[in-house]
């Protein structure tokens, strides 16, 4: 006999009498042990065990992706009522189903059902391409994290020139936009630039953009709330060049809490339908103290870059081409093997800035040969360091292929993104 569900129930209105008797009746194989009269004590209910499914109305105040979250990792699964209003923005929340209400015949069958919660730590997946493009076809572009260890070894540079190769910037072309927050028409194969380093976002900077345009801050606070789509995402990534889109950063370190990892996770996912190539600045650190720290669900600083780890296709992995930033690498690239979330093992290591003043004769050789030994890395792409190219491409806020494209540290991102297309399966373009 199969052991019977228990569910917390947070139901508004004279719905919840509804809701209740159809759990509670003889050989529904469920029973409600709570009946939870706001958001704070259905979170308690669930933090205390007391259920493993959680019936929640969609508008519950207070509900958004950071409490689905927090359900799933009590090991809770939310089944959500919704009599009207838009589906997908409920489906966006991550809730396992959506019923109308008591009468709803899938009640008994959502409440029932055993799948277990794909990851404790992260909201559930729903493929939305039937309610977003009934017409034709959705775009499911690729993402890529673009990661590395402290000491500043160029994961911004690398960001801001991997994702240029990618969109086809080359030296011509039309002088772009500078105001933030106005964008040009849509491209075939646009490419995102993301910046979710939260210890020191300088994306806009870098790209002489307004650091006060709303960016991923925004994209996140609309993603909680279960509204992000793909044209207010496009709205809030302005082109920068050709078919290039910037999701500039938070303007201040502090600001990191608007940034939780469910909230990144919804933001990237919507990226996949707005562009072909999704880039990611990462931040250096990727440790989950917080968890060890707390006896409380405290909000994460590393959570951004371990939702963008987690939900990278390929992780870029860049370190500095001198001794030190070779011995931080090789540990990084340990670290990467422990963080607390699945990453894709499809990972292309940079060595940045090579360069013979440094490491000796032969440079690349050099440190191709001491990651070799020491980390186990079998193909190493090297960029060549040019000081000179890369302060003109900061003095000026443009990229590399747009200010100096015959430099040899171009063409070194721009084997990058060969490889990268490689790596991903994608044809040379």
Avoid: K
Wanted: hydrophobic share 50%.
């Amino acid at each position: 006999m199969a052991a019977t569900v228990t569910v917390l129930c947070a139901v508004q209105g004279p719905a919840e009498t509804d809701v209740v008797l159809a759990l509670g009746a003889p050989g529904a194989g469920t029973t409600v042990t709570r009946r939870c009269g706001d958001l704070a004590e259905l979170l308690a209910a669930a933090a205390a065990g007391t259920g493993t499914v959680a019936v929640v109305s969609a508008e519950l105040p207070g509900l958004d992706r950071d409490v689905v979250a927090r359900l799933h990792a009590a090991g809770t699964r939310v089944v959500a009522l919704a009599d009207d209003g838009p589906l997908e923005r409920v489906l966006a929340l991550g809730v396992e189903a959506v019923v109308a209400g008591a009468a709803d015949p899938r009640l008994l069958d959502a409440v029932r059902d055993t799948a277990p919660i794909r990851d404790p730590l992260a909201t559930a997946e729903h493929d939305l391409s039937e309610l977003t493009s009934p017409t034709g076809p959705v775009r499911r572009g690729r993402v890529v994290a673009v990661w590395g260890p402290v000491g500043a070894p160029g994961r911004t540079t690398t960001a801001v020139e991997l994702a240029a190769e990618l969109a086809g910037l080359g030296g011509a072309g039309p002088r772009r936009r500078r105001r933030a927050g106005r964008s040009a028409g849509a491209a075939e194969g646009p490419v995102l630039l993301v910046d979710a380093d939260t210890y020191g976002a300088c994306l806009a900077a870098r790209l002489g953009l307004l650091d006060d345009a709303p960016g991923l801050a925004a994209a996140a606070r609309v993603a909680a709330r279960g509204e992000l789509d793909a044209v207010t995402l496009a709205r809030l990534a302005p082109v920068v060049a050709g078919r290039l889109r910037v999701l500039t950063g938070i303007t201040r370190a502090a600001r990191w809490p608007e940034l939780s990892a469910s909230a990144v996770e919804a933001v990237l996912d919507t990226a996949r339908r707005v562009a072909d190539w999704t880039v990611v600045d990462c931040g250096p650190l990727v440790e989950a103290d917080e968890l060890l720290m707390y006896d409380t669900h405290a909000p994460q600083r590393n959570g951004a870059t371990l939702a963008a780890l987690e939900a990278a296709d390929v992780v870029v992995v860049v370190g500095s081409a001198d001794p030190i930033g070779v011995q931080r690498l090789v540990r990084a690239l340990e670290d990467l093997g422990d963080v607390p979330v699945p990453v894709t093992p499809e990972r292309v290591v940079v060595a940045n800035r090579v360069r013979a003043s440094a490491v000796g004769p032969d440079p690349a050789r050099a440190v191709a040969e001491a990651l070799a030994r020491y980390a186990g890395v079998e193909r190493l792409h090297t960029v060549p360091d040019d000081p000179a190219a890369l302060d003109a491409c900061v003095l000026a806020g443009r990229t590399l292929a747009e200010q100096v494209p015959s430099s040899s540290v171009r063409a070194g991102f721009a084997g990058l993104a060969a490889t990268l297309r490689e790596t991903a399966g994608v044809p040379a373009a």
